[in-house]
């Protein structure tokens, strides 16, 4: 354990800004850092996807198919001879918004049934807790499907459906946090002082079951990312001629033989993006900890 | 106004129900009345009950403690007053009087108005009664918003105000604090500036000062004194700490397994305790006999609840029962004081003083 370093009794700092102990936080984490500003990064890429990008991203060049690298173009051509660099600055777009819309509707969906059925407890937990496992036993791919056929094919509808397999484990999650937070003597304290229920699920129990959440989140985009490229791959998600990276590897597969280094491009993009989702994760999660004090 | 209810399913209860009322003193001008205020548990046998026809008065102003050893109903009857009790497999019959008000009666909403305006609580834990996520300013300005319409400027201002009445030394700084950052001693002091923020009529400190040095015990004692003698707040202490009633209280109330067996002044009953259970809490404070002497001890502990004396309750454990204990006793009223022991005028007990 540390040493415990004895303090005046009644020395009371102002605390610093938020903005000051932020940049405390990214000296101190260079994997934080590293892993926002390629996001950051990926981010600007997608805004000015049209200004960078070297080729409109569905010009086709036919007389250079499944071209290696070259000096014309960086990444080479695909099978349909577009610039598989400009498809990949057009994909960012496409996979960001896959990954962000699935973990969105997942949180929209999971965190309020969590807090609702964690506070309210008794035999609606049993119940609902019950539907949420029966969800959960489901294969989350088999479920996408499932629910991408019932929505129709598309970006949107796959991320839907993407969101609505991890609702679950967020509705999990944050039942199992509410049970401990709603239990806690400053929620009855808060009560005695006059708060309502509503205030004081709001107030005191969502920001304090919600930290574990935000870590959550990030891991999801991560695993939200793998699955557009799934879904896309079953041709589920993008539908052509629109990019994704998900899209461009599930073609790249076709020509795995002849043109292996067309997998690289967009596999590499993949996993660069979850990775630095993941590592922003686990370095909030260290932030985030509770038994890390907040100075 | 006679309360049977739930409480009367089993039969040693309704032998206690049908015991006559305390309630000749029905409208004075008391602050707090609680009348045969009763409260059962349900658990898989059916109801048990943990509080029975207590009954009590606490005036404008006035510094009452409740004194009892751990489960004699002490914390219940205060979570009894603030609604504050579980929903679920609890039933609360009586009557509870706040200021002309029956707020026994009250909904949910209701109670929203009286907690917290009326009567203020403070916790046992000051560590773990403050949001761990809050500023300890947020979390008194959001009091003060839960009961005044003003803007959130105000509130805060409010909040720095409260935290500079109860004596925390740079009370603006304090204020953008979050809990963690303060002592316990400091932290009790948050609870006391959010408890008296909203200015309500009557305090309830459920053993405020338990988990905190002695050192700050006295310091958080004497505020919370001060601060009722300055706003005219009505107090009621809940401790099992006599020597602080002693110090502190003007009345005393003692509880034994969810009965009231003595009500009275502090000073009678440091001199003459009425009930062998209070004269037997008197003797156990250490310090009025000679160095490593060995401490006295009330044999016994306190019976279960599920598993009462037929009789005086506190009976089994007494050293003066005899053939009248077996007698369920009822509360008896002995010059100004109230005790519930058949034998309290015969029996001259041992006070404080010797």
């Known amino acids: 354990m540390t040493t415990i370093v004895q303090k005046p009794a009644l020395v009371i700092a102002p605390r610093r800004g938020r903005a000051a102990r932020f940049l405390r936080w990214m000296r101190s984490d260079i994997r934080a850092v590293l892993s926002i500003g390629f996001l950051l990064a990926l981010l600007l890429i997608s805004i000015l996807a049209p200004v960078i990008a070297p080729y409109p991203p569905n010009d086709q060049n036919v007389s250079l198919l499944l071209a290696p690298p070259s000096a014309g173009h960086w990444l080479g051509t695909d099978d349909l001879g577009r610039d598989v660099l400009s498809r990949l600055i057009y994909g960012a777009p496409n996979s960001l918004y896959a990954s962000f819309l699935a973990v969105f509707v997942a949180v929209l969906l999971g965190v309020p049934v969590g807090l609702l059925v964690g506070f309210v407890g008794g035999w609606f937990d049993e119940i609902s807790s019950r539907f949420i496992d029966a969800l959960l036993s489901f294969p989350p791919i088999v479920l996408a499907i499932a629910v991408t056929g019932a929505l129709g094919i598309g970006l949107t509808n796959a991320m839907l459906a993407v969101g609505f397999v991890f609702a679950p484990f967020l509705a999990r999650l944050v039942r199992a946090q509410t049970l401990v937070v709603k239990s806690a003597l400053y929620v009855d304290a808060s009560r005695g002082f006059g708060a309502s229920t509503p205030h004081i699920i709001w107030r005191h129990i969502l920001p304090n079951a919600i930290q574990p959440v935000i870590v959550q989140v990030t891991l999801a985009l991560a695993v939200a990312l793998l699955a557009e490229a799934a879904l896309s791959f079953l041709s589920l998600g993008v539908q052509p001629p629109a990019a994704s990276w998900g899209g461009m590897l599930a073609r790249a597969y076709n020509y795995i033989e002849i043109a292996p280094e067309q997998m690289y491009a967009p596999g590499m993009a993949i996993l660069l993006t979850a990775l630095a989702f993941n590592a922003l994760g686990e370095s909030m999660r260290v932030a985030l900890d509770p038994t890390m004090k907040r100075r | ?354």
Not at chain 2, 27 to 44: E, K, M, P
Not at chain 2, 47 to 63: C, K
Not at chain 2, 144 to 163: D, G, I, M, N, Y
Not at chain 2, 283 to 305: H, N, Q, T
């Open chain 2, 1 to 354: 106004m006679r309360q049977t209810g739930a409480a009367g399913k089993t039969s040693r209860m309704s032998v206690a129900a049908a015991e006559p009322s305390d309630s000749k003193h029905a409208t004075t001008g008391a602050l707090l009345d609680v009348r045969d205020l009763c409260v059962s548990f349900r658990d898989d046998a059916g109801w048990v009950p943990m509080l029975n026809n207590v009954a009590f008065q606490v005036n404008r102003g006035e510094t009452v403690g409740i004194v009892g050893e751990s489960g004699c109903g002490k914390s219940l009857t205060a979570l009894s007053i603030m609604g504050l009790l579980p929903r679920r497999g609890c039933l609360r019959t009586g009557g509870i009087v706040f200021d002309g008000c029956d707020i026994a009666g009250l909904g949910e909403r209701g109670m929203r108005q009286v907690r917290g305006r009326q009567i203020g609580m403070v916790f046992q834990e000051p560590m773990s009664a403050l949001d761990p996520v809050f500023t300890v300013g947020d979390q008194i300005a959001e009091t003060v918003r839960t009961h005044f319409q003003v803007s959130p400027r105000e509130a805060k201002e409010r909040a720095v105000e409260a935290l500079a009445s109860v004596r925390i030394p740079a009370p603006a700084a304090c204020a953008t604090l979050y809990p963690m950052n303060l002592s316990g001693g400091m932290r009790q002091r948050v609870m006391i500036a959010m408890a008296l923020v909203c200015e309500p009529k009557l305090l309830i400190a459920d053993e405020p000062t338990t988990a905190l040095d002695v050192t700050i015990q006295a310091q958080i004692m004497e505020l919370l004194l001060e601060l009722g003698r300055r706003t005219g707040t009505a107090l009621l202490f809940i401790t099992h700490n006599l020597a602080l009633i002693a110090e502190s209280c003007e009345r005393t109330l003692t509880m034994y397994a969810g009965e009231v067996v003595e009500d009275g002044s502090v000073e009678a009953m440091l001199n003459r305790p009425l009930h062998p259970y209070t004269a037997g809490l008197l003797a156990s404070l250490p310090g009025r006999r000679a160095p490593k002497s060995r401490l006295s001890s009330i044999p016994g502990r306190v019976p279960s609840p599920r598993d009462m004396p037929a009789g005086c309750r506190f009976g089994p454990r007494c050293t003066f029962a005899t053939a009248i204990c077996q007698e369920p006793q009822r509360l008896r009223a002995v010059d100004n004081r109230r005790v519930r022991c058949a034998r309290a005028v015969e029996l001259v007990l041992a006070g404080a003083g010797g």
